[in-house]
Structures are given as structure tokens and as C-alpha cells.
């Protein structure tokens, strides 16, 4: 696997294992994958570090001298929701049977291809991430837009929307801020459709821009697509 980039929202992950060896290399590994790692040599170790950091996933090793991996896990449990996943040489299905009682989300026998782990922590961190809400209605001056109904209204005022026109500003309502593609906004995905997206944001323009000429609210993003900014 190619090293990746390190960045500081990337996911910080605290792995505890008492075995140096094991951690270091499984430090190693996480940082050339782009996740920020910390390391704990046992639970006392890491009970410090969980009060004074956030982490986004625990690897957590069982059998560790003092309190075990599998008697921290209950612990964290007990107030806390941060995903762990369990590594131990025990293999037998009672003992995974455990680890999953204690807190685990997954559990993994050593030893352990190292790309296994990363595949795991990212199946992990894409469940507990929880889609964005989506709103109910968005502001733009003196228009609002029901999500939901499809209504665009100036005060007591409907401003009529034709189900294409709906459709553009439900897609744009629900990802505020952010640049969606031509081809995401078009009707069948083709490239070619382009052109025909283009002319539906020029209508949907004139119907919610102050000036459709110099659009405040729904901009182009050169070589992205379009935005939509709310107030």
C-alpha cells in the first residue's frame, strides 16, 4: 500500500497493546494508511490518555498485565460510545463471544494481516459517522424552501417550481456549501446531459436570485459544478 498523507482531521485512533512490538508496528502501519495514532502500553496508560484526548476508535489488545482489555472495554462502555475493536490470541468462539459483551465492534485474532485491520477500522468508522440532518427548510432573502414539500414561497407568496426545478433544489438543500457535479445533477448521470444542466440552473436562477446575471445564492464552481449557499 502506497503511504498516505497524515492530516489533522484525519481519524485519531489509540491503539493499547503491552506488547511494544506489536503496537509499534501497528502504529506504523495506521500512519502510512493516514490515520493519527497514539499508543498505550496498558490500561492505566490509556485511561490517561482517553481523559485528555478525543479518539475516534480504540484497537485494544486483551490480554495485557493488570487490568485486561477486555475489563477496560466494559468500562469505556459504561459512559462512552468511541468504537473498539478487540485483538487477542484467543480464537475460540467464546472468546469472541466476549469481546463483543465487553464493547468490542469487532474482534480480531492475532496474528493478523495488517491491511485485515485497516479494512475493519474503515467498514467501523463509516457506520458510527451519522448522516447530516437534513433540514427541513432553507433561507434564501426572502424566499424559503420546503425540503420536504417542494414549496419555494416569498412570504404568503408560492413561487411556482416545476418538479426538475424540485429537484435541483432538494439536492442542493440537503448539501449546503458544498460543490455537487454536473453529472451528479444530471437527470441520468451522462456527461453529455451537461449542457441541459446548465440551462435548468440558469431557470432555477431567475426564479431565486436577486440578480440571475450575478447569482449570489447559486454559483458556479469552475471545473466542479454548482453550489448553493443559505442563509
Given at each position: ?67 485486561t482489555g477486555l475489563e477496560l472495554a466494559q468500562s469505556i462502555r ?22 463483543f459483551e465487553a464493547g468490542g465492534d469487532d474482534y480480531l485474532v ?122
Amino acid at each position: 500500500m502506497d503511504r498516505k498523507l497524515v492530516t489533522d482531521d484525519a481519524p485519531h485512533i489509540l491503539v493499547v497493546d503491552d506488547d511494544r512490538r506489536i503496537r509499534d508496528l501497528i502504529k506504523e502501519f495506521l500512519a502510512n494508511q493516514g490515520f493519527r495514532v497514539s499508543t498505550a502500553g496498558d490500561a492505566t496508560q490509556a485511561r490517561e490518555m482517553l481523559g485528555g484526548l478525543a479518539f475516534d476508535l480504540l484497537v485494544l489488545d486483551v490480554m495485557m498485565p493488570g487490568e485486561t482489555g477486555l475489563e477496560l472495554a466494559q468500562s469505556i462502555r459504561e459512559d462512552g460510545d468511541v468504537p473498539i475493536v478487540i485483538l487477542s490470541a484467543l480464537s475460540e468462539a467464546e472468546h469472541r463471544i466476549d469481546g463483543f459483551e465487553a464493547g468490542g465492534d469487532d474482534y480480531l485474532v492475532k496474528p493478523f494481516e495488517p491491511r485485515e485491520l485497516v479494512l475493519r477500522i474503515n467498514s467501523i468508522l463509516k457506520r458510527s459517522i451519522a448522516p447530516a440532518p437534513v433540514p427541513q427548510e432553507i433561507k434564501l432573502a426572502d424566499l424559503v424552501f420546503h425540503v420536504e414539500r417542494g414549496e419555494l414561497r416569498r412570504g404568503e407568496e408560492n413561487v411556482r417550481l416545476t418538479t426538475r426545478e424540485q429537484e435541483l433544489l432538494r439536492l442542493f438543500a440537503v448539501r449546503p456549501g458544498e460543490p455537487i457535479s454536473r453529472s451528479e445533477l444530471s437527470q441520468n448521470g451522462a456527461d453529455e446531459s451537461a449542457r441541459a444542466v446548465d440551462v435548468q440552473i440558469n431557470r432555477l436562477r431567475r426564479k431565486i436570485e436577486p440578480d440571475p446575471s450575478a447569482p449570489t445564492y447559486l454559483q458556479t464552481v469552475r471545473g466542479a459544478g454548482y453550489i448553493l449557499y443559505t442563509d
